[in-house]
């Protein structure tokens, strides 16, 4: 098995420390308006994060996609698969 150990950018740091506040914050604050718009920060920061997740792995997929594609060009099952 293959493992990396990359530093962390600071773009992960710094939103996981706006993420780790904001769920602070909305646990102790009361039930009514304050926790709503923390709440709906929150989901914001989910958002962005698993947008940023998707675009990391998207990188991934599309040079397996392509690997797979030039299998299939090289063997020659690609012409047979258009036939």
């Not at 780790?20 to 920060?41: D, F, H, I, N």
């Not at 998207?58 to 063997?75: E, V």
Request: charged letters at 20%; aromatic letters at 10%.
């Amino acid at each position: 098995m293959q493992t990396q150990t990359r530093s962390r950018t600071a773009f992960a740091d710094q939103l996981q420390a706006s993420v780790g506040e904001l769920v602070e914050r909305a646990a102790s604050a009361a039930p009514g308006p304050e926790r709503s718009r923390l709440l709906r920060w929150l989901l914001v920061g989910g958002a962005v994060f698993l947008l940023w997740r998707v675009g990391r792995s998207a990188r991934k997929l599309l040079w397996t996609l392509f690997g797979i594609g030039m299998a299939l060009y090289w063997s020659g099952a690609a012409g047979w698969l258009l036939r």
